[in-house]
Structure formats: structure tokens, C-alpha cells
């Protein structure tokens, strides 16, 4: 070991392919804690400002769009070292589906490259050679789904958002990440671009590479972090259960229409099936098109349509969010739709929804007093025990695992019963050690060790 920083040393180490990355080598100790020669600490400052990072150590790559080229990458990353840093781009906001549009990876010794999964038809030949690397992703659950259709599954991974969540520091993005700990600053003015579009602009192309440019140093400084905190094995259990976990695709609710958003201006079962008419004929044509259901029809429209309830195609269009083109051209759609609803019979219409459950917890004093106490002094556990491990109290123990247990507690209350029904309910074994014996207290109405 050197006397040299680790951060600043691999800072100013040369790149792949031995070439050197001018803007990492800076004076004045960035991403040094002046104090310890280590990572900056929670809070801390460094004595210079960041300095932007605007192009890729190896400069910007271009897409890999055949299977040629890709051939050559998976030979490139197979022949690398150490962690893979990986990143997916979607077009939320743009898009029907949630899937990926580019791939980003980075490794030592294999460089940057990035991967346009359009043309190809599957990525398996890159998850055989980069399979048994540990994975670095920044907010993984975002991406692991999509990954997850390409054929890219991780047995293995760091992610650097959780980390730094654990880690108790306020700004968990990748761009205050990398600011704070290595003392860089990354653009991020085309994160909400519609990435689906080709080509891809060579801006686009540079924010992209960049993303993955200095994840796994990222990865090394939190894992530092937390391994001073004493939190490293807690973070290797989250770790786990996102490999586990993580690529499922999100639930589908039952009646996902009711998440319309101002739905709960609209009163009346009958108007309440106008929504959900619209919603679905939205939904058919956003499927169709691959296209967002909002630009095909905003949910302000569709609330709009429900309350007034318009029957001609003149009425229709005065509404807000029905004056577009596109739009107009379905009005005889959305009429369609409305007219569905209209002549539903009674017992068709939308009835409230059973709520799995407890109930919302303002209710909770009115329907049950004692469950209302249960719940008011485990929240107290929980936030007490994560104000002592500078931990989100939601990253501790999940908000709905808390009332669940409040709710419905064990028939009989002991250590051994509510560690296993925390473990029921997905809390991990660092969750269950730290809460545990304050919970049982908790739920029997105890003061806990915290009061």
C-alpha cells in the first residue's frame, strides 16, 4: 500500500488502453478527506470546487448495432478485470414499454462501450462473460427489469444509490454522488430525453458514457464509507436481495385505472366508469403505438370527459387536453368509450375497491384505538433506531412492513414471533437484529429501551 490516497491514486491512474484522463488529475486532495487521506466523510468538503466532466477517458464510443461488433465487445469485457459498471437508458415519458434503448458498460481493461439493443436480437453472450463479475449500478431496481429482458442478469452487484442510502448521506444521485466523494461534476440535462429516437445525438452519446465513466471509483468510496460505519454487511444483504429480487417486472394492479391522477375529483360510480372507459381505450392505443398513455390522452382530459360527461364530438373538443390533432382524431374513440359507460347496467359499474390490508393510518384511531397506540410506538422504534444509524427510517424497515405488524401483531408476542414475522415480511437479517427487540416491546406496550 502507498501513501497516496486510493481515490485520488486511481484518479490519476492512466485509463484502459494506457491513456491518461486529464481532468481526473487535479491538485488540492479531491475526493481526499484532508483530515484522514481517506474518502471525504459524511458532510464533509474538499478544498476545491468539482471540476466538470464533459468526455469520456477513451473519448465517445459509438453504438455496437450487429452482432459483429458485439461479438467483439463480449470479447473485450470477458478479457477485463474487476467490477463491471452498467447503466440502461429508457424513454419514460415517451414510450409504452419500460424497455432499454442503450446499454452502457465500462470495465478495466476493456474500456466503455455501449450497446443499442434494437437491432440485436439478445444480449446472453455478454451475461456469460461478464456474469461472474460483481455488477455496479446506480439505483439498480430501475434498471434491472429492463436488463432483465436483454438476457443481463446479475449474480453479483453494488448498488451505489443504496449504498449512499445506507451510508446516511442526504443527495443519493449519481451526480451529487460523484460531485461530494470524487470532486466531479456530470451533467444530467438529458436524463428525460426519449432515448428510443434514432440516431442518437453525439451529446447524448458522451452524457451516456459518462454515466458509467466513474462508477465503479463511486462503488470503491461507498464501499469505504460504509465500511467505517460498520454498515458493509448490511449493504451486502440489500445487495443480495436486489439479485434476487430485482429484475421481477412490477406488479400489475388490479384495477389500474383508478391511479388516474385527479380521479378523486369525480364522484359517482357511473362517472367513475367513464374513467375507467377512457383509461382502457387510452391504454389499447398506447400499447398499439408504443407510446406514453399520456401523450395519446393526459389524465386531465380523461378527468375532464368524466365529470361533464360529453356526447357529441363539438362538446367533446372544447374539453382541456382534447384540443391536439391527435387527439381530435379519436374523438369518435373517446365518444365510443363514453357511451360505453353510459349503458352499463348497475351492477357493472365500479364498486370501492377491498383494500389489502391494514387500512390508511389516519383511520386507524376511529376503527381501532389500540392497533392506532401499536403503531404510533413503532414508528417511534423505527425512527429512533434509524436516527441512531443516520439510516431513512424506509430503508430500515419497509413503511408498509410497519403497519402490517402494527395491525395484525403475532397471537403471542416474543422475540422469536416477531422476528420471524418481520422476516415474512421481507426485512432482511441486519433489519431484524437492529429492531427486533424494540418492536417486541413495542407491540406489547412496553416502553422500549428508546422511550
Not at 430503508?395 to 401483531?409: F, G, K, M, Q, T
Amino acid at each position: 500500500m502507498t501513501d497516496e490516497p486510493p481515490l485520488r491514486r486511481r484518479a490519476a491512474a492512466n485509463r484502459t488502453g494506457d491513456t491518461p484522463h486529464p481532468p481526473l488529475i487535479r491538485s488540492g486532495g479531491v475526493g481526499v478527506d484532508p483530515t484522514t487521506g481517506g474518502p471525504p466523510s459524511i458532510g464533509s468538503e474538499t478544498d476545491a470546487g468539482p471540476a466538470p466532466l464533459t468526455t469520456p477517458s477513451e473519448g465517445t464510443p459509438q453504438p455496437v448495432t450487429t452482432p459483429t461488433e458485439l461479438a467483439g465487445v463480449v470479447a473485450r469485457f470477458s478479457a477485463g478485470t474487476g467490477p463491471v459498471a452498467l447503466d440502461a437508458e429508457r424513454a419514460s415519458g415517451y414510450r409504452y414499454s419500460q424497455r432499454a434503448y442503450l446499454v452502457q458498460l465500462r470495465r478495466a481493461g476493456a474500456g466503455t462501450a455501449l450497446i443499442d439493443p434494437l437491432p440485436l436480437p439478445e444480449l446472453t453472450t455478454l451475461d456469460e462473460a461478464i456474469g461472474e463479475a460483481e455488477w455496479v449500478l446506480h439505483a439498480a431496481s430501475q434498471d434491472l427489469p429492463c436488463l432483465a429482458e436483454l438476457g443481463l442478469r446479475p449474480r453479483r452487484l453494488f448498488d451505489t444509490e443504496l449504498a449512499a442510502r445506507l451510508a446516511g448521506f442526504e443527495r443519493v444521485g449519481l451526480a451529487a454522488l460523484t460531485e461530494h466523494l470524487l470532486g466531479f461534476s456530470l451533467e444530467k440535462h438529458h436524463s428525460a430525453a426519449d432515448w428510443s429516437s434514432r440516431p442518437l445525438p453525439e451529446s447524448w452519446l458522451t452524457y451516456a458514457a459518462l454515466d458509467v465513466e466513474l462508477l465503479v471509483e463511486l462503488r470503491d468510496a461507498l464501499e469505504a464509507e460504509l465500511t467505517r460505519q460498520g454498515k458493509a454487511e448490511w449493504a451486502a444483504e440489500e445487495f443480495a436481495a436486489l439479485v434476487r429480487n430485482g429484475a421481477r417486472p412490477p406488479r400489475v394492479r388490479a384495477e389500474p385505472w383508478r391511479r388516474t391522477s385527479g380521479i378523486h375529483r369525480v364522484r359517482g360510480a357511473r362517472a367513475q366508469a367513464r374513467v375507467r372507459s377512457l383509461w382502457y381505450a387510452r391504454d389499447q392505443i398506447a400499447a398499439r403505438r408504443d407510446a406514453a398513455p399520456g401523450r395519446v390522452l393526459p389524465d386531465s382530459a380523461i378527468v375532464a370527459a368524466a365529470e361533464l360527461d360529453p356526447r357529441d364530438e363539438k362538446t367533446l373538443l372544447t374539453l382541456p387536453g382534447f384540443g391536439g390533432r391527435s387527439v381530435r382524431r379519436l374523438a369518435r374513440t373517446w365518444l365510443a368509450a363514453l357511451d360505453d359507460a353510459r349503458t352499463l347496467p348497475e351492477d357493472a359499474l365500479p364498486v370501492a375497491p377491498t383494500v389489502e390490508g391494514p387500512p390508511p393510518p389516519h383511520r386507524w384511531a376511529e376503527r381501532d384505538p389500540v392497533a392506532a397506540a401499536r403503531l404510533a410506538r413503532c414508528r417511534e422504534v423505527v425512527i429512533g433506531i434509524a436516527g441512531t444509524h443516520s439510516l431513512p427510517p424506509e430503508n430500515l424497515i419497509a413503511p408498509d412492513s410497519v403497519r402490517r405488524l402494527a395491525w395484525v401483531p403475532p397471537e403471542e408476542i416474543t422475540d422469536v414471533t416477531v422476528a420471524e414475522t418481520l422476516r415474512g415480511l421481507g426485512a432482511r437479517e441486519w433489519q431484524i437484529t437492529l429492531l427486533q427487540p424494540d418492536l417486541t416491546r413495542a407491540l406489547g406496550g412496553e416502553p422500549t429501551a428508546r422511550a
